[in-house]
């Protein structure tokens, strides 16, 4: 006879989960008290949001189920913004949420939410356990379902009274990983497609990607002489310095780059859905018909035709198409060779940040010299911001595993995702990027780096604003400035008085050494640059936006 407690815990450790994130509740009191007597690490955090985004991290970089536990009511309902990711980013997550009693059902008792009616929409499954000897059989499944397909988060509710009660029930046995590999007949007519194309083009994206499969990819490229392009937010995806590679398909797209996606006769889709950042609104691939001949590749045949018709669908994991398509040789020399080489010199000479700008602090040489100074492996974690443009253009990711950002644009995600990324990888370099609203929207979570002695480095890009929507402001109704001006603390103290690291950066040359202390304090560091808002881009200042409007 095992509690509901027990048998939870005894699921997890069954589907090889090693660490949970949670908040803790009294909702779920017998799943705390089972941890106890597990090998399985559990890392309190300060608010569920931040837990959820941190077993999200670990999900989107292991391509595992992250595990997140927070109790019933505004616990659930915090945890939202990170089953949200979960699902626009397509990674595998489950979170277990402690539920009212049985008894206390249906007569809105204390912090009762029904999750079916709140999650149904941002979660891939959602299930309550009413009888506890059927947790193996759920939890299992839950493992099946964040993995399988297209991933997304799941949602388990667990009422008090049945984690509780002891019963007898079947061992846990993990779940059986599901692949979807591509037949021959579909091999067959996408190298006749790639053999008969003038101007091929690819675009990888989504997960279910590993670092095989990225290896893979590239000899792909190579063998075809393809010009590769990553979707938004996923530019681990390829090396950037390596030859073929032509730029990130994402928000404000090099303008070159555009235009070669729109002339292309062939447009390899491998992993993504192609939403509407990366499409530039649906303007690169036109829905629900493309100008050009679309090969879509994806591990859900549900989302082959639900966006766009493509010429020819492949449903298969990333990892299984390249994998099979790998030995297939170009039937000549690609004629495209010249135009993937032009695409690589148009990419790097986008990548090179402007070396002026406004005021006394220039992102430009701040991130050339971490360009300079960083290993190829050192992890990136960022929320959304205008400030997050300096690493989706700047930064040349080089290896697969090193990014950390979501896709659905939620802000407050770079740091409990740095968080989580250290707690994966103690021995590797993690910087999270924030904006000074970014940050202060789960900033709390630097207090869980300093208890668990995880020494990130979060740079927090302070201008005094919320500058996305201060940028579209001015754009849309220019000087008439409402709601978005911020007054905020001193970084460096705040980091200080959580037993942190500090450093103010208020001129450039000022960086490289804060930086190198940052590193060197060995603790959770904050290096606040204090940017001039006028800095609101690397290419157009706030005025010239006003002027233009």
Known sequence: MKTGGQLIVEALEANGTDRIFCVPGESYLAVLDALHDSSIRTIVCRQEGGAAMMADCQGRLTGKPGICFVTRGPGATNASAGIHIAMQDSVPLILFIGQVASHAKEREAFQEVDYKKFFGDIAKWVVEIDDASRIPEFVTRAFAVATSGRPGPVVISLPEDMLTSEV????????????????????????????????????????????????????????????????????????????????????????KLAAQIKAADVVLLIGGRMGEMPSSDYTLLKSPYPDQALVHVHADAGELGRVYRPTLAINASPAAFVEAFAERKPAGTPSWSAETAKAHAAYLEWSTPPQTGPGDVQMGPIMTYLEQELPHDAIF??????????????????????????????????????????????????????????????????????????????????????????????????????????????????????????????????FAPAFVRARASGKPAIVEIRLDPEAITPTRTMTQIRDKA
């Not at 697969?400 to 979501?406: H, I, L, R």
């Not at 659905?408 to 990888?425: C, E, I």
């Open 381 to 510: 974690a960022n929320g959304a911001g205008n400030y997050a443009t300096w690493v989706h253009r700047f930064h040349r990711f080089r290896r697969f595993g090193t990014q950390a950002a979501p896709t659905s644009g939620s802000m407050g995600y770079g740091t409990p995702a740095a968080v989580a990324a250290k707690a994966l990888y103690p021995d590797r370099t993690v910087i999270a990027f924030a904006g000074d609203g970014c940050f202060l929207m789960n900033g709390q979570e630097f207090a869980t780096a300093v208890q668990y002695d995880l020494p990130i480095i979060v740079i927090v890009v302070n201008n005094g604003i919320y500058g996305t929507i201060r940028m579209h402001q001015e754009r849309e109704y220019p000087g008439r400035v409402v709601a978005t001006d911020l007054r905020n603390p001193d970084f460096a103290s705040l980091a200080r008085a959580y037993g942190g690291h500090g450093e103010t950066v208020e001129k450039t040359a000022d």
């Open 168 to 255: 007898e029930a079947p061992e846990a046995l993990p779940h059986t990983p599901v692949e979807t590999y591509p037949g021959g007949a579909e091999l067959d007519a996408l190298e006749m497609l790639l053999n008969g194309a003038k101007r091929p083009f690819v675009i990888l994206g989504g997960t279910r990607w590993n670092e095989e499969a990225v290896t893979r990819m590239r000899a792909i490229s190579e063998t075809w002489s393809l010009a590769v392009g990553c979707s938004f937010r996923r530019q681990m995806l390829f090396d950037h310095l390596h030859a073929n590679y032509a730029g990130d398909v994402g928000i404000g797209i090099n303008s």
